[in-house]
């Protein structure tokens, strides 16, 4: 059934009720509203196209990106690009004019269903249960690449560090496509393909083709065939191959080497790699017309410092999978180490110290700092606050005029509505963070609001 709730941002609820009845005469009724709304609930949030306090509000119905927020402002005329991109900043996934026609109430609820069944996908234990992760960057990334996923053929090239979860996310992409007769998926890493041997990998060849060819062979192209191919580190491929490979990707055909005879090739096109591609384009590495034909959809993984609010779930996952019997967690010491330690191999190499952990530590009772290998007991916690980012935040905003009050006063602002949104809506859990009593977290709130 599906899932939503509406919010009148300002003046506005009397367009509120009139959309809220418009989408249930269409057998779209909304859920209760409130801040009680469950987590991934997607929010219809209406106000003034002139309200200017609405960009913060909208803010606050995201939860600063955990929940999809259609913006809806009254009258036919929509917004100039600038508001609306204003309006895109601030945490609507999407806006709409509402003018009270068939058309508005179609395209509201065509949105609010899309939504709903992404989320029901996020929610399943094929993503739940291998791409772990609940901060606002992490949900970002599994949204859009269901999205693309299920609902499109579109090729798709995924950026990151190494040790972001690349493979993962693409395998997840295949798993959810939704062709009746699809095939397998074919990964084929591009870092270790010989050149030599690179049209024989793609190509395939026949009997006597060169030297060692004593067997025919299928290349990456007839072997995805009705599947999906899988380009890992594709950012190593040298720009001759890319022509030949572009021309397969364009057309669907190819031949194998040694034949004369043209092969059809149908498969959908994941690519990855650590690289700049962008930066390739520019200096020449890496053609531009390839560049834009496997790079229909672009998904940019976030390092494992820009979601530093997922470690303690990742860890806890890692050890799960470990030992599944023992139910293994970590003590408030161990929890922290882990949050204050330098990744740079991001998720992989947080695993990687975790099975550590875990096969060092014995008996009942969690996981404790006595269980992490004498080399990588060193301490970064104090050194990484206030860090780099924050420094280039605060530049930013005193280059923009911003004074040190109304500076203070943001930064408290995202401090409360981070706080709420990782304590699922639970201001007590919040207050308990930010380290004030319930009652003057209330307050502050109400303030915000006010």
Not at 76 to 97: I, K, Q, Y
Not at 203 to 221: K, L
Request: include cysteine; aromatic fraction near 6%; charged fraction near 25%.
């Amino acid at each position: 059934m599906l899932s939503y709730h509406i919010r009148s941002l300002g003046q506005t609820e009397a367009l509120a009720t009139q959309i809220a009845e418009a989408l249930t005469r269409a057998g779209a009724p909304p859920s209760a509203a409130g801040d009680a709304a469950p987590r991934g609930q997607s929010c219809v949030a209406v106000f003034e196209p002139s309200d200017r306090g609405a960009l913060d509000q909208v803010k606050s119905c995201s939860e600063l990106g955990r929940r999809r927020v259609l913006g809806v402002t009254a009258g036919a005329a929509p917004l100039r690009a600038h508001e609306t991109l204003s309006l895109l900043h601030a945490g609507c996934t999407e806006v709409l004019a509402w003018d009270g026609s068939e058309r508005s109430v179609g395209r509201a609820r065509a949105l609010l269903e899309r939504w709903h069944a992404v989320e029901q996908v996020l929610e399943s234990p094929l993503v739940a249960q291998n791409l772990v992760g609940s901060s606002p960057a992490w949900l970002k990334v599994l949204r859009e690449s269901i999205e693309v996923a299920r609902f499109t053929s579109a090729s798709v090239l995924i950026l990151g560090e190494s040790g972001t979860g690349k493979e993962l996310l693409a395998r997840l992409i295949h798993a959810l496509d939704a062709r009746p007769t699809k095939g397998q998926l074919l990964v084929l890493d591009c870092a270790t393909v010989v050149p030599e041997l690179s049209g024989s990998e793609f190509f395939g060849h026949e009997r006597g083709a060169f030297t060692g060819a004593a067997d025919s062979r299928d290349g990456a192209f007839k072997l995805a065939h009705g599947g999906t191919l899988f380009l890992d580190e594709v950012g190593e491929l040298r720009p001759p191959l890319q022509a030949q490979l572009l021309r397969v990707i364009q057309e669907g055909t190819f031949k194998r080497l040694g034949s004369n005879a043209w092969h059809k090739t149908d498969f959908r096109l994941i690519c990855a790699t650590h690289r700049d591609l962008t930066g390739g384009v520019a200096t020449g590495e890496f053609r531009q017309d390839f560049y834009h034909r496997i790079a229909t959809w672009v998904c940019r993984l976030p390092s494992l410092r820009e979601r530093p609010e997922d470690i303690p779930r990742l860890a806890a996952s890692f050890a799960r999978q470990l030992r599944p019997a023992a139910a293994l967690d970590f003590d408030d010491a161990a929890r922290e180490y882990l949050l204050g330690r330098a990744y740079p191999g991001n998720v992989r190499e947080l695993r990687q110290l975790v099975c550590r952990m875990v096969q060092r530590h014995v008996g009942p009772g969690p996981i404790t700092m006595g269980s992490i290998p004498e080399e990588a007991r060193t301490w970064h916690g104090e050194q990484d606050w206030p860090d780099a980012e924050l420094e280039l935040s605060v530049r930013r905003a005193l280059a923009k005029g911003i004074a040190l009050k109304q500076l203070g006063r943001r930064v408290e602002e995202l401090a409360v509505r981070i706080a709420v949104a990782d304590a699922e809506g639970s201001l007590q859990g919040a207050a308990l963070r930010l380290g004030v009593s319930d009652r003057a977290l209330q307050l502050r709130r109400a303030n915000q609001r006010g």
